[in-house]
């Protein structure tokens, strides 16, 4: 496997860890910090970064990032999950309001269940829009971390791209999932909504999908 020029992504809500190697490095809009990798294995590091409410990269600047990303990945529990990002007739996007934030339908893989189906169930129960396509590989793949039950966990999220016939009207959001509103949103729009109040994964997911202007 040619794992050359590779960079890794992992976020603990505002903080991003990225793991990548030394020659590619490259500027970064928000504060740097720069670490090694033993760094990366401290949970004293996973709880300030968790804790920390303003936007920070943490960059791990190394020889075998992919190597270092996996063994950063088994300090965790690993959770799979898929969700979508859908577009109906004319372009516009699906998102939902949920917890106080807004976000895009997504959830855990169940037993028994492939990625792709996964992703289209959630997208269905969380927003009652009926996709009727979906890409056949995943556009792309987030790593967030969170504390859970006294254990550190690291999500993984496939998205995959859908489209949808659905109306307005038909839209009903999965109210026991924390869901409050679900909306169609304005391509040109949606990045500055998820600006003002979303996640920094989404945000950096929605900027790479707008990037490839996937129809």
Not at 48 to 71: G, I, K
Not at 119 to 146: G, Q
Request: aromatic content about 12%.
């Amino acid at each position: 496997m040619d794992v050359s020029g590779q960079k890794y992504k992992v976020f603990f809500n505002q903080v991003l860890v990225l793991i990548e190697e030394s020659i590619t490095s490259a500027k970064v809009k928000e504060e740097l910090l720069e670490v090694s990798d033993s760094d990366l294995f401290l949970p004293e590091n996973w709880e300030n970064w968790l804790a920390r409410n303003q936007s920070l990269t943490v960059r791990c600047s190394c020889d075998r990032p992919f190597d270092v990303f996996n063994r950063f990945k088994s300090h965790f529990k690993l959770v799979e999950a898929a969700g979508g990002i859908v577009k109906d007739e004319v372009g516009d996007v699906l998102v939902i309001y949920r917890n106080g934030k807004w976000d895009l339908p997504k959830g855990k893989l169940e037993k028994g269940e492939e990625i792709n189906e996964c992703a289209v169930r959630e997208v269905e129960e969380e927003t009652a829009v009926s996709v009727f396509s979906c890409s056949e590989t995943n556009f792309d793949i987030t790593y967030h971390v969170y504390f859970h039950k006294n254990t550190f966990v690291i999500k993984s999220t496939h998205w995959y791209i859908m489209k949808s016939k659905t109306n307005v009207q038909n839209l009903l959001p999965q109210t026991d999932e924390g869901i409050d509103k679900v909306e169609w949103i304005r391509q040109d729009k949606v990045l500055e909504l998820f600006k003002e109040n979303s996640y920094r994964s989404i945000v950096a997911l929605v900027e790479k999908y707008l990037s490839f202007q996937i129809d």
